[in-house]
């Protein structure tokens, strides 16, 4: 079984300084990792995900993810954040029977 | 954007009434799931399907049902609405891959509902 933890509920930036949502996962053998994103009033939409290969993983909307096995990590990041950024984030093992089990979230605030 | 389609985006209705949520998938997809959440809160899976004629309850309990006759189709229906269902049900589907988990979801706009 395989689970994350995102430890900042909120995270709040600038537009154009970096965006970083964290994401630490707790599994045994090799995870599966995804993150998704909601836009207000919105569904979720698919962003990046890990299965194998390499670590650095790109997605959608510029976003990009690295997963670090020694820190057990799966942080999302943006170089420059956008206002239109500004969402509930996800961070989503599969959870037994390989169904996605998301959390909380992480809600993203880019200021002008 | 992904091909899956809710009716209606928004519901308000009083108790004790009979209410389908319609879910649609154009994608092909197997599996198909059913989720409840309020507003900027996690999600709960609440019934999912790996395929025709298979329906399973997810971790969260619901009062609601569903049915899966068609590939692309996958309604949510609940017989006595109440205001305890007021909430957000979004539907998403997926493909099947050999590596099982590694499955991505694809999620439709979601139904609000409200119930009086």
């Known amino acids: 079984a395989q689970s994350v933890a995102q430890p900042e509920d909120q995270v709040n930036v600038a537009e154009g300084n970096p965006l970083t949502v964290k994401c630490t996962y707790s599994v045994s053998g090799n995870p599966y990792l995804f993150w998704y994103v909601q836009y207000p009033n919105r569904g979720l939409q698919f962003l990046l995900k890990y299965i194998t290969g390499d670590n650095l993983v790109k997605g959608s909307y510029g976003f990009e993810a690295e997963f670090n096995k020694s820190q057990t990590s799966f942080h999302l990041k943006k170089p420059s954040a956008l206002v239109s950024d500004s969402a509930l984030y996800f961070c989503a093992p599969p959870s037994n029977d390989y169904k996605l089990s998301f959390g909380a979230g992480t809600t993203v605030t880019v200021r002008a | 954007e992904a091909d899956i389609y809710q009716t209606p985006r928004y519901l308000v209705i009083g108790t004790g009434k009979k209410i389908t949520l319609e879910c649609s998938q154009t994608?092909?997809?197997?599996?198909m799931y059913w989720y409840q959440q309020d507003p900027g809160m996690e999600l709960h899976l609440i019934h999912y399907?790996?395929?025709?004629?298979?329906?399973e309850k997810g971790d969260l309990s619901s009062e609601s049902t569903v049915s899966r006759i068609r590939t692309e189709h996958f309604p949510l229906t609940l017989e006595s609405a109440r205001p305890s269902h007021t909430s957000q049900y979004l539907c998403?589907?997926?493909?099947?891959?050999?590596?099982?988990?590694?499955?991505?979801?694809?999620f439709g706009p979601g139904t609000r509902l409200l119930v009086l």
């Open positions: 399907s790996y395929g025709v004629n298979s329906t």
């Open positions: 998403a589907s997926s493909e099947v891959y050999s590596s099982g988990g590694a499955e991505t979801q694809y």
């Open positions: 994608m092909g997809h197997d599996k």
